[in-house]
């Protein structure tokens, strides 16, 4: 089962297709990341709360 590779919270497969490049399992960003997100192909300090 793929992880997030900031936080370690679980992803599901479907998530990890869609969000990672070919050839990497796990993201290095996901939705309950409090401190990161993803900005285009690169993930980015957040600059605000995102309300978690």
Same mark, same amino acid.
């Given at each position: 089962m793929p992880h997030c590779?900031?936080?370690?919270? #679980?992803? !599901?497969? &479907?998530?990890?297709?869609? #969000? !990672?490049?070919?050839?990497? &399992?796990?993201p290095r960003v996901c939705p309950q990341c409090d401190d990161l997100i993803r900005e285009g192909s690169d993930v980015r300090e957040a600059r605000s709360s995102r309300g978690n």
């Amino acid at each position: 089962m793929p992880h997030c590779q900031n936080c370690n919270s #679980f992803v !599901t497969v &479907d998530y990890a297709r869609v #969000f !990672t490049p070919r050839g990497v &399992d796990e993201p290095r960003v996901c939705p309950q990341c409090d401190d990161l997100i993803r900005e285009g192909s690169d993930v980015r300090e957040a600059r605000s709360s995102r309300g978690n």
